[in-house]
């Protein structure tokens, strides 16, 4: 048996390994959650004196700061992917832009989260809010959002460039009406995968949107989210079904997850088949 063999085998054991421990988590979490996964819980507030209630802030929190993130950093990491793959004509590896962009990405999220809390809250005076921690998540998913449309830009064949500036067409008018039209279907792709990532961030959030929601929601009020929901009932709950609380919180999490994926997977699909 050669040394490749070996090495698959070793690789199919510790992937299967690691799927069977996570169905034994998944499974753990659904026999908890699932009897307290009602719409009441879904559509209703925390209620910490007497225990219980539901997650609808938290619910509304995450989509806000999660899509706000995205709407903001997807046209800006678009726009320096543009410039690298097409006015640059490739990324060069040690650049200026993608040196910050390999530094930002290793960083912590719980540093980008001090990070933000030291400007946001400390110099602009900012409270722990939906605002702040929509800057934080907006922060962190910069250069995932500049990986991601270098990556769709670079599917695009170089031959579409050639046919479109053979025509006589300018280089903005082949990237605008050419380039990001056949890169549309991979970008959709990409943002998906970025909103998933960011719906789970807890550590970035906790300090600075707030472990709490307010009585009366708005933009610069608590931003409690699904993630750092689960985290607080896990460690600071005190009720007698916290641990249910948080499964259920887990499992809607989850869905939402595999919502975004779904959806996002199904527009990508439609635009290749359009642009087919």
């Known amino acids: 048996m050669n040394q490749g063999r070996v090495l698959h085998w070793f690789a199919l054991l510790v992937a299967l390994g690691a799927a069977i421990v996570f169905l034994g988590l998944l499974t753990d979490t659904i026999r908890e959650g699932l ?4 719409w009441q819980f879904l559509t209703t507030a925390p209620d910490e004196r007497r225990g219980g209630g539901g997650i609808a802030p938290e619910i509304v929190n995450t989509v806000v700061m999660v899509g706000g993130a995205l709407l903001v950093t997807a046209p800006l990491g678009l726009v320096v992917a543009i410039y690298q793959a097409e006015w640059q004509g490739r990324v060069h590896d040690g650049g200026v832009i993608d040196q910050v962009r390999a530094t930002w990405l290793s960083v912590p999220s719980v540093v ?3 990070i933000v809390y030291r400007v ?3 110099w602009w005076h900012w409270p722990l809010s939906l605002a702040t921690g929509g800057l934080a998540l907006a922060v962190m998913n910069w250069p995932v ?10 599917r695009v064949p170089h031959a579409y460039r050639e046919a479109s500036l053979a025509l006589g067409a300018t ?12 890169a549309l279907a991979e970008l959709i ?3 998906g995968w970025a909103l998933a990532r960011l719906a789970g ?3 970035a959030l906790i300090i600075t949107a707030g472990i709490n929601v307010s009585a009366h929601w708005s933009v610069w009020g608590p931003g409690e989210t699904l993630a750092v929901y689960i985290w607080y009932v896990r460690t600071e709950g005190v009720g007698a079904d916290a641990g249910g609380v948080a499964a259920a919180t887990a499992l809607t999490l989850m869905m939402f997850i595999a919502v975004t994926l779904w959806l996002s997977g199904r527009l990508a699909d439609w635009r290749r088949r359009a642009g087919h």
Do not use: N, Q, Y
């Open 112 to 114: 980008v989260g001090f």
């Open 201 to 203: 961030e807890s550590a």
């Open 189 to 191: 792709d990409g943002w």
């Open 120 to 122: 946001a809250v400390a």
């Open 145 to 154: 959002m500049v990986t991601v449309s270098i990556s769709a830009l670079k």
């Open 171 to 182: 280089r903005f008018d082949t990237v605008r009406r050419v380039v990001l039209p056949a």
């Open 35 to 38: 009897p307290h996964l009602t």
